[in-house]
């Protein structure tokens, strides 16, 4: 018996109906700039959310306390939205490695396209100075997306 393919869209991922959580309320309250804010998001999402196989929807990421590369992107992605970055500012980035099975390899982070910066939320946390150029010569993007624009590269 073949399992159906579970249909939705990309930006419904981030949900900007998720509230900001009381103990990351109070750690952002002193970050005085937006590259400051996002890289607290992003280190929030990464010490409170488990990595997790399956788990993409950011309301179960949240109260799960899990989530896949995607679903952790996505929540931090919407909590960044949430606290005023622009449609134009933040988004899920996915990509897949060059010479790397697609089917296997694809891989999402959160893009701070006004500063860019990715942030990997993944086994640990990083930030990479990039620019989207700069990781096309490693990597192929695949999407882009927030809650409002769906960018595929052509």
Same mark, same amino acid.
């Given at each position: 018996m073949? %399992?159906? @393919?579970?249909r939705f %869209?990309?930006?419904?991922?981030?949900?900007? $109906?998720?509230?900001?959580p009381?103990n &990351?309320?109070? @750690? /952002?309250?002193?970050?005085?700039?937006?590259?400051?804010?996002?890289?607290?998001?992003?280190?929030w #999402?990464v010490?409170t959310?488990?990595?997790d196989?399956? +788990?993409?929807?950011?309301?179960?990421?949240?109260?799960?306390?899990? $989530?896949?590369?995607?679903g952790?992107?996505? =929540? @931090?992605?919407?909590? =960044?939205?949430?606290?005023g970055f622009?449609?134009?500012e933040?988004?899920?980035i996915? &990509?897949?490695k060059?010479?790397?099975? !697609?089917?296997?390899a694809?891989? @999402?982070l959160?893009?701070l396209?006004?500063?860019? /910066? *990715?942030?990997?939320? +993944?086994d $640990?946390?990083?930030?990479y100075? %990039?620019?989207?150029e700069?990781v096309? *010569?490693?990597s192929m #993007?695949?999407?882009? *997306?927030?809650?409002?624009i769906?960018l595929? !590269?052509?």
């Amino acid at each position: 018996m073949r %399992k159906a @393919a579970q249909r939705f %869209k990309y930006v419904d991922l981030v949900n900007l $109906g998720i509230g900001i959580p009381e103990n &990351l309320d109070s @750690a /952002i309250v002193d970050c005085t700039s937006k590259i400051e804010r996002a890289r607290t998001v992003c280190e929030w #999402v990464v010490s409170t959310i488990a990595d997790d196989e399956t +788990t993409v929807d950011t309301e179960q990421v949240l109260s799960c306390k899990k $989530g896949t590369c995607l679903g952790k992107s996505a =929540l @931090a992605v919407s909590l =960044l939205r949430n606290l005023g970055f622009s449609k134009e500012e933040v988004f899920v980035i996915i &990509l897949v490695k060059k010479g790397e099975n !697609p089917f296997e390899a694809l891989h @999402a982070l959160v893009y701070l396209q006004s500063e860019e /910066i *990715f942030f990997d939320l +993944t086994d $640990g946390f990083c930030e990479y100075d %990039k620019t989207l150029e700069d990781v096309s *010569f490693t990597s192929m #993007v695949v999407l882009m *997306f927030n809650d409002e624009i769906c960018l595929v !590269p052509y």
